[in-house]
């Protein structure tokens, strides 16, 4: 039992490399798993051997350190949200292997568990000065790297079998070759592996909603307040956005401009205070009737169209000098002068299906890296970036002219008005409509507002400038109800409340131009309010916004002729129904605390932005694989010359083999004496036997075998100073085997005969 105590604590042969070839299956780096199990288990197949002592170990773990927070700072900087910490908890495993090979490979079988604290070391030094015998604790982390690995590889695929199944059969293998450690009962066996799946189960589940926590649209996507497939958005995750300081993008422009709205997402369908998009039917006219003529695109149906997606297209694309990707919303903008446009670079986080934040005159884009896909855009004028390479871009936008790039009018659509918040009541029995007379929907109020029959820009200020000017109050405090199916929310804004933030302005203003017969479309992105010292807009989640885009002109007919000139029809144009006082009215005062996160946010984008450049990566690529094989060759050279060579076997071994000890060296001069050991007959009984040839042998070889016992037996192990001290001992009694004039004469005869 003692025996295989020792056993416990050193895993046994394959299972640390199969742990690893299972980290890099589910992690998606089976070379890298592949080369960790090879340098891991080829303790086995080597005597190679290094004595480490105390300096040695504590050198690996500080280099296991080192890697670590390297692998941290470049996942951190590759990321772009708080799932970083996961994506650098995936490398624990490689970054641990210094400490992990330098225990395989070390001449002592354990090391001391003060490795892991300096103030532990500090401790043990002044003990020592001070004249004190200590002895450090020694451990063997064998299992524990095997639970590192473990959880490294749940950081990713914690939700499939896959991971599941792996992890059964390594945690079935450890069970097997540990089972005559504790030689646990079968109902004990059972309680722990069912509580072992169901802590399993229950961690995993945790880390899952974790994970789906910190890697939703709420943290990923510069919008923040979309879905992620762009196709809805609801009343109040703007507001829930608005809480953050952080910057989510940096636009430099020039020359400076006043403050401007940049778009990110256009909806057009209203219901239950929540705003969706809803693909816009094809028109007649040039190009087959689209708004947009798309190369290489077949006609669709807006029947056809996957509602949740929407209906994206891609841009018209091509290679620049530099070897970037450009995007234009018409193939004639590739040969227009770009000098003769506005320039303005955008910075920012970026995801798959990111929203871009982009001026509504927006005719070009420059400066992409992706690497499957591009810049799409629906009907509505949302424009999102398809697999970027990294998760920060830079890019230009060209900006200037009149821009079609959004549908014509649908009076499906774009007037469309839910009959809840028209005219506010309820269903009856018979499933009719029944208005409620004592509250005011978007009909009573257009009417009060003397909104029908008025142009689009009358419309307009009527709206802002008589009543939500000086009627309404902007506040991002509202009263507790919260709009549901059976509670308007815009009604109670206009006509209860008269208070709340720019999702139910925009929202309101929407509604009350389509009831006056006028086009309109709610939008969110984000409104520029604040220039740093280098000129560039800063976009942060307090920017958030939300405001209209109104259709100025006449509602087109289904049927277009072909040669129409569209632009003849009218034009969408912003409107921002809340008033200019908002950023002021939020409170959104600046701390010094914020200056320095800003600092350090532009720091980390711009460093990101300038590594993964093109003309960048193959120089810092270059640099990178200098200094890594200089340190390669430096270990290299460090351990070999350094190297010693072990004796019999280096492998660990199977359940049930004998670990080897400096006793076992007199295997060779003993079998000579007394023959190979009978089967059932004890080592320790065996080589006592000796004892009868050299009876002045009796003092050494009963300490050595004190020794031998504690080796093997003891969980502590022998400390450095008492493997020297044995193996000095077993070296004296070797020496006095071999002399051949202190052999007994029956000790000849013996040897003799044999």
Same mark, same amino acid.
Request: net charge negative; with cysteine.
């Given at each position: 039992m003692k025996d295989n105590l020792r056993h416990f604590h050193e895993p046994p042969r394959i299972l640390e490399g199969g742990a690893l #070839?299972?980290?890099?299956?589910?992690?998606?780096?089976? *070379? =890298?798993?592949? !080369?960790?199990? $090879? #340098?891991?288990?080829?303790?086995? @197949?080597?005597? &190679?051997?290094?004595?480490?002592?105390?300096? /040695?170990?504590?050198?690996? @773990?500080y280099l296991s350190i080192g890697m670590g927070l390297v692998a941290s700072v470049w996942v951190w900087l590759e990321s772009a949200s708080p799932i970083f910490l996961f994506e650098a908890l995936e490398w624990v495993p490689v970054c641990l292997l210094p400490v992990i090979l330098a225990q395989n490979y070390a001449t002592e079988s354990s090391m001391p568990l003060n490795t892991f604290s300096v103030v532990a070391r500090r401790k043990m030094l002044i003990d020592r000065k001070a004249g004190r015998d200590v002895r450090p604790i020694q451990v063997h982390i064998g299992y524990p790297y095997l639970c590192f690995v473990m959880v490294a590889s749940a950081m990713t695929r914690i939700d499939e079998i896959a991971f599941f199944a792996g992890a059964g059969i390594?945690?079935?293998? %450890? &069970?097997?070759?540990? %089972?005559?450690?504790?030689?646990?009962?079968?109902?004990?066996?059972? =309680?722990?592996l069912f509580l072992v799946f169901i802590f399993g189960a229950g961690g995993s589940v945790g880390l899952k909603a974790l994970w789906l926590r910190l890697d939703s649209p709420y943290s990923r996507m510069g919008g923040g307040f979309t879905s992620g497939d762009l196709s809805q958005t609801a009343i109040g995750k703007l507001g829930t956005l608005k809480q953050s300081k952080g910057i989510r993008w940096r636009v430099q422009e020039a020359p400076a401009e006043e403050p401007r709205?940049?778009?990110?997402?256009?909806?057009?369908?209203?219901?239950?205070?929540?705003?969706?998009?809803?693909?816009?039917?094809?028109?007649?006219?040039?190009? /087959?009737?689209? @708004?947009?003529?798309?190369?290489?695109?077949?006609?669709?149906? %807006? %029947?056809?169209?996957?509602?949740?997606?929407?209906?994206?297209?891609? &841009? @018209?694309?091509?290679?620049?000098?530099?070897?970037?990707?450009?995007?234009?919303?018409?193939?004639?903008?590739?040969?227009?002068? +770009?000098?003769?446009?506005?320039? $303005?670079?955008?910075? /920012?986080?970026?995801?798959?299906?990111? +929203? $871009?934040? !982009?001026?509504?005159?927006?005719?070009?884009?420059?400066?992409?890296?992706?690497?499957?896909?591009?810049?799409?855009?629906?009907? !509505?004028?949302?424009?999102?970036?398809?697999?970027?390479?990294? /998760?920060?871009?830079?890019?230009?936008?060209? *900006?200037?002219?009149? +821009?079609?790039?959004?549908?014509? +009018?649908?009076?499906?659509?774009? #007037?469309q008005v839910p009959l809840a918040e028209r005219a506010p009541g309820r269903l009856d029995t018979n499933e009719q409509w029944v208005e409620d007379p004592a509250r005011e929907g978007i009909r009573d109020v257009c009417d009060a507002w003397g909104l029908r029959g008025l142009s689009a820009g009358e419309a307009v200020q009527v709206i802002r400038d008589k009543f939500f000017s000086s009627e309404f109050i902007y506040s991002m405090f509202l009263r507790s109800e919260h709009p549901s199916q059976k509670s308007s929310a815009v009604a109670r804004f206009l006509s209860d409340t008269r208070v709340g933030h720019c999702e139910y302005y925009a929202t309101a203003a929407v509604l009350l131009l389509r009831e006056a017969g006028i086009p309109a479309r709610y939008c969110v992105g984000y409104s520029g309010q604040e220039k740093n010292d280098d000129g560039e807009w800063l976009l942060r989640g307090s920017h958030a916004h939300a405001w209209c885009r109104v259709w100025h002109g006449k509602i087109p007919p289904a049927e277009i002729p072909d040669g129409t000139d569209l632009s003849s029809y009218g034009r969408w144009k912003d409107f921002d129904a809340t008033t200019p006082r908002w950023p002021e009215l939020e409170g959104s005062g600046e701390k010094w605390s914020q200056q320095l996160v800003d600092w350090w946010h532009n720091i980390r984008e711009d460093a990101l932005i300038w590594r993964t450049s093109p003309g960048n990566v193959g120089k810092i690529n270059w640099v990178l694989l200098i200094a890594g094989a200089f340190m390669v060759v430096y270990l290299i050279m460090r351990l070999w010359k350094d190297r010693t060579r072990q004796d019999g076997d280096p492998g660990y071994r199977w359940k049930g083999e004998t670990r080897r000890t400096a006793l076992h060296e007199l295997i060779p001069p003993a079998e000579k004496l007394l023959g190979p050991r009978g089967d059932g007959r004890t080592f320790s009984e065996w080589i006592l036997g000796l004892l009868s040839f050299f009876p002045g042998l009796a003092p050494d070889l009963h300490r050595a075998l004190g020794f031998y016992w504690r080796a093997r037996f003891d969980p502590a192990g022998l400390s450095q100073d008492e493997t020297a001290k044995f193996e000095e001992l077993v070296e004296e009694i070797r020496r006095r085997l071999s002399t051949e004039n202190g052999l007994p004469a029956e000790a000849e005869s013996v040897i003799s005969s044999r």
């Open positions: #070839l299972f980290w890099g299956g589910v992690t998606g780096h089976p *070379v =890298i798993g592949l !080369l960790c199990a $090879l #340098l891991v288990e080829a303790r086995s @197949w080597t005597d &190679l051997r290094w004595k480490f002592g105390e300096r /040695g170990f504590v050198r690996a @773990w390594l945690m079935a293998a %450890s &069970l097997f070759f540990a %089972s005559s450690v504790s030689r646990l009962r079968p109902t004990r066996t059972v =309680i722990a709205l940049f778009r990110e997402a256009v909806y057009n369908h209203y219901s239950d205070a929540q705003w969706w998009h809803r693909p816009v039917p094809e028109r007649g006219g040039d190009g /087959g009737g689209r @708004w947009m003529e798309f190369r290489g695109k077949s006609k669709q149906e %807006s %029947s056809e169209v996957d509602k949740r997606e929407g209906d994206y297209e891609p &841009l @018209w694309d091509r290679v620049s000098e530099d070897g970037l990707l450009e995007f234009a919303f018409d193939e004639k903008e590739f040969a227009r002068d +770009p000098d003769k446009r506005r320039r $303005l670079t955008v910075k /920012g986080k970026v995801d798959t299906k990111t +929203p $871009l934040p !982009l001026p509504d005159d927006a005719q070009r884009l420059s400066g992409f890296q992706v690497t499957d896909g591009g810049v799409d855009v629906n009907s !509505l004028g949302t424009v999102r970036l398809e697999n970027p390479d990294h /998760g920060v871009a830079s890019f230009e936008v060209f *900006v200037g002219g009149h +821009p079609l790039h959004e549908a014509l +009018p649908d009076q499906e659509r774009d #007037l």
